[in-house]
């Protein structure tokens, strides 16, 4: 098998299978690619399109085939050295619904099923209507509303023998020792015989495994005729009397039924951010441990997994014991794998978000990140400094909101009191515990606790700290006393000794120092907590809040990275990569991902406007001129809003697609499809003016037909015409930020990791629209055709450039793995006119080194150019500098066809002269 070199992103679903993707492996294989970085594949809800929504972990997903379908692509693989990395969800599970057994389970038998330690549950609460119950927030209306109109029926399901209340697509089983008060409303004797049985299950001493023969029976009961009818009709809701009996029933249960709108308050189990549908799991318990990971072993043991990336790493409660753990538990797997697929060692990635000067822990075991900060460092240095100040006083004047730190702190307050307000107020509980364990902190109360945990997590500067028996770890410290610093500005300064008192708590103390018992169990559960809190806090307000309420320039706003900060030099990009060859040489190195709010090409082609950023403010004045007729007064103000209106504006610019013809309605209708499709996700996210939960749809709508007006109506050419002519403007130097993006993450330290379809241009907008079907036929056929470099530029819009650089350079990785895999990392200095318009470095080996250069920043330089190469002569005489005596022999660029001769000074001119960017391989 091939080592681990570059890794192609695949998402996988029922449209999309695992023999689907088995023809593609020889493509795969021709671009360069090592190893297939696949969704999760375990059983997932029906027609999931992402498969996080596990509903059973114990099989592979027959809507991608099953195991049969896994193991021909596997063999597939095999036949081309190429490996399997397979993402895996171990904080949650899809729950709801009907399909997951072991929740269903959970919901029949309460807390003697089997799985009730499975999920993050609070059974003990201080509110009586949830004292020993779980509150399931999945109704469409107010229990009693629900109740009364007959929307919760009792029903029976004839293939398992169940008795069960029906609500849309969810089933909520009921408590087999209840089936026989509602069998003894049925006249047949032959039920009221059986009913007996079913009430005496709680005498039982395994009552789940004597239920099952007295659902079998009752299966055969009603198939031979019994009349059930009568019996589900007495607990009719509609009727007075029924309307008691199925409450009483319900009252009954380990559950309560209540409005969705409840969750947020009220939830007493740990769910993936705020999402009702997906319940979290208790990892850490060693029997769920082994169940939820038992199928992943057998494939890994059997040699069809070659790698896994971990999903969400943060939810869990302890992210360090669960990698050292899976660490260990792989690693004794890896003895017993066939010995045509042995591995030396098993690679594990995290998603993992990382704030401004934040690395991943190295103790954990794990091999790097799945790649979002390497985004970030691209995305900082392809933005100029210079644009900063025009563009936030533009983006000031027109939206007149908040500096981006402030929106993030007003929205972290927002989540915290609405849709995560249940999960702070179990945090706040829990600290409230572990405060009357002390006299000397019994009198605090639970509203000044409140205040004091909402103010330091509004200001978390990462999603969290990893705060253990031992306390919190030296290298989280900064950001805990920065949130600590922060928070005391919003609260007044009686409330201050609580928040060192919270200090002391969350990680001061070290718990381990105190005696076991309850104190301590409490102590470590309250940190536990928190820290379960401060994740999606900062998920919920960061990425799906304030990134849609602040556009000061899109393409600094997405996943993983820090928005505050506009732009980074040379020598933060080199001291990264320096740090991650010495760390995480095998990190993950991504430009786009399933998760990315824009393409990365949308992305690179809006970071020209930080260059440009006078020229776009004078355009957006004149867009919002023309615009004006389009605009609608409603009762809560302009529509759109001119925030509202700037983000439009500039995912309009960056998503134009380069083949758009405006004359073309039929091209133009499927562009307008895909930008409401967008808006409408991107207004409900910042939830100013609408929201999931509470849907504007007079507003929704006006923005819809304002995006209709631009784009459709005839009367309007004008500002189309001006928004394509823009859109052009900054496509050419956008495809050169491209270029050089893909190039960097193919040759700085770490592993290249290919988005799927992403080696032509991807000016996709968030998700689902960057999850479109890929067309692989044509992506085949331009691989296999060969093309002189002159065409590839003359040609840049079809994308087979940006092909070709990927496949060229990945051939180079194979035939110099060692050097791209270990090799040094050594920046190298610029010289001259435009050396502040160049990024150039050198891998060094044994025996060879590598020599990048490109160039940063260079819109201006690229001129009115026709391609994204700079015109030699425009280069002047700026030149790279090399540290080490040159080759005695010439090098060759490898797109070039002039060698560059042995010399310590290269001009660029000479390196950049017939493509855009360079690599030289030269043997020392």
């Not at 681990?4 to 671009?31: E, G, I, K, M, N």
Request: glycine content about 6%; some cysteine; overall charge negative.
């Amino acid at each position: 098998m091939k080592p681990l070199t570059a890794t192609v992103r695949l998402q996988f679903h029922s449209d999309f299978t695992l023999d689907d993707a088995v023809p593609l492996v020889p493509y795969f294989a021709q671009l360069g690619i090592s190893h297939l970085y696949a969704s999760p594949i375990l059983k997932a809800r029906a027609g999931s399109r992402h498969g996080y929504d596990v509903v059973d972990p114990t099989c592979v997903n027959p809507e991608l085939g099953g195991e049969a379908a896994l193991q021909r692509l596997v063999a597939a693989l095999r036949q081309h050295g190429m490996g399997l990395i397979l993402d895996t969800v171990s904080n949650h599970m899809a729950v709801g619904g009907a399909d997951n057994p072991w929740w269903q389970s959970l919901l029949a038998w309460g807390r003697r099923s089997p799985y009730a330690e499975f999920f993050d549950i609070q059974w003990h609460s201080s509110d009586p209507l949830l004292a020993g119950q779980l509150l399931l927030p999945f109704l469409g209306s107010d229990y009693g509303a629900a109740l009364k109109n007959g929307e919760i029926p009792l029903q029976y399901e004839p293939q398992a023998g169940l008795l069960q209340i029906a609500h849309h697509e969810h089933r909520f089983p009921i408590c087999p020792q209840d089936y026989g008060w509602i069998l003894a409303q049925s006249p047949a004797p032959e039920l009221q015989a059986v009913a007996e049985h079913f009430t005496a299950l709680g005498e039982a001493p395994d009552p789940l495994a004597a239920a099952l023969p007295l659902h079998a029976e009752l299966t055969r009961l009603v198939g031979e005729g019994a009349d059930l009818d009568a019996a589900l009709q007495a607990f009719d809701s509609r009727t007075e009397e029924g309307f008691k009996r199925l409450h009483l029933l319900l009252e009954r249960q380990t559950y309560r039924l209540a409005s969705w709108r409840t969750a947020g308050d009220d939830i007493n189990w740990r769910r993936f951010f705020d999402i009702n549908e997906l319940g979290g799991l208790r990892v850490e318990r060693a029997v769920v441990f082994e169940a939820t990971h038992a199928k992943l072993f057998e494939l890994i043991e059997r040699g069809l997994v070659d790698g896994l990336r971990i999903d969400h790493i943060d939810g869990l409660a302890d992210p360090r014991g669960y990698c050292r753990k899976l660490r260990r538990r792989v690693d004794s797997l890896l003895a017993k794998r066939p010995v045509q697929t042995a591995l030396e060692h098993f690679p594990m990635f995290v998603e993992k978000i990382l704030g401004a000067g934040e690395h991943l822990h190295r103790d954990w075991l794990t091999d790097g990140t799945t790649g979002y900060e390497f985004m970030n460092q691209v995305s900082l240095l392809q933005h100029d400094p210079a644009g900063e100040a025009p563009l936030t006083e533009l983006w000031a004047t027109v939206s007149e909101r908040p500096d981006f730190p402030e929106e993030v702190r007003l929205a972290r307050h927002l989540v915290l009191n609405a849709s995560l307000a249940g999960d702070c107020e179990s945090v706040a509980q829990a600290l409230l515990q572990v405060a009357r364990n002390d006299l000397m902190t019994r009198d605090l109360t639970l509203g000044a606790i409140r205040r004091a945990l909402q103010a330091l997590v509004a200001h978390y500067p990462v999603y969290r700290t990893y705060i253990s028996a031992c306390g919190r770890p030296a290298e989280d410290e900064r950001f805990f006393q920065q949130a600590l610093s922060n928070a005391r500005q919003d609260l007044a300064e009686a409330d201050w000794p609580l928040l060192d008192q919270l200090a002391q708590w969350l990680g001061g103390q070290r718990w381990r120092e105190l005696p076991p018992g309850r104190p301590r169990k409490q102590l470590r559960h309250a940190c536990v907590r928190f820290q379960q809190l401060t994740a999606p806090s900062a998920a919920k307000a960061v990425e799906d809040t304030a990134f849609y309420r602040s556009a000061r320039l899109l393409s600094r706003n997405d996943v993983g990275f820090e928005a505050e900060r506009f732009s980074a030099g040379l020598e933060h990009f080199h001291n990264e990569a320096q740090r991650r060859l010495r760390d995480f040489p095998d990190n993950l190195l991504a430009t786009a991902t399933h998760d990315h709010k824009r393409g990365e090409d949308t992305r690179a082609r809006l970071a020209v406007l930080s260059e440009r950023g006078p020229w776009f403010a004078s355009r957006v004045d004149h867009w919002r001129e023309l615009a004006a007729p389009l605009r609608e007064q409603l009762q809560d103000g302009v529509a759109p809003s001119p925030g509202d209106e700037m983000l439009l504006l500039q995912a309009l610019l960056g998503s134009w697609p380069l083949d758009l013809d405006i004359g073309n309605d039929t091209a133009l209708r499927q562009y307008a499809d895909r930008i409401r499709q967008w808006q409408q996700k991107a207004l409900r996210e910042a939830k100013l003016r609408s929201s999931w939960s509470a849907p504007n749809e007079a507003y929704e709508a006006v923005c819809a037909a304002y995006v209709d007006a631009i784009l459709l109506d005839q009367v309007n050419q004008q500002l189309r015409k001006s928004l394509a002519d823009a859109a052009h403007a900054i496509a050419c130097p956008g495809a050169l930020n491209s270029l050089v993006q893909t190039l960097l993450r193919m040759t700085v330290p770490g592993v290249p990791d290919l988005y799927q379809g992403n080696e032509y241009w991807d000016f996709s907008l968030v998700d689902p629209d960057n999850r479109r079907p890929v067309d692989y036929p044509s992506r085949r056929r331009t691989l296999d055709d060969a093309c002189p470099t002159g065409e590839l530029l003359a040609n840049w819009h079809d994308g087979r450039i940006k092909q070709a650089l990927i496949a060229r350079v990945l051939d180079c990785r194979k035939a110099h793995a060692e050097l791209f895999r270990r090799g040094a990392y050594l920046p190298l200095t610029v010289q001259g006119r435009h050396a502040d318009k160049v990024i150039a470095f050198a891998r060094l080996g044994e025996g060879e080194r590598a020599i990048i250069v490109a160039p940063r920043l260079a819109s201006g330089l690229l001129g009115a150019a026709s391609s994204p190469l700079i015109p030699a002569q425009n280069w002047e005489d700026t030149r790279v500098i090399l540290p080490f005596d040159p080759s005695s022999a010439n090098s060759t660029g490898l797109f070039a066809t002039a060698a560059v001769s042995p010399s310590r000074e290269l001009l660029v001119s000479a390196l950049l002269a017939e493509f855009p960017i360079t690599l030289l391989i030269q043997q020392s």
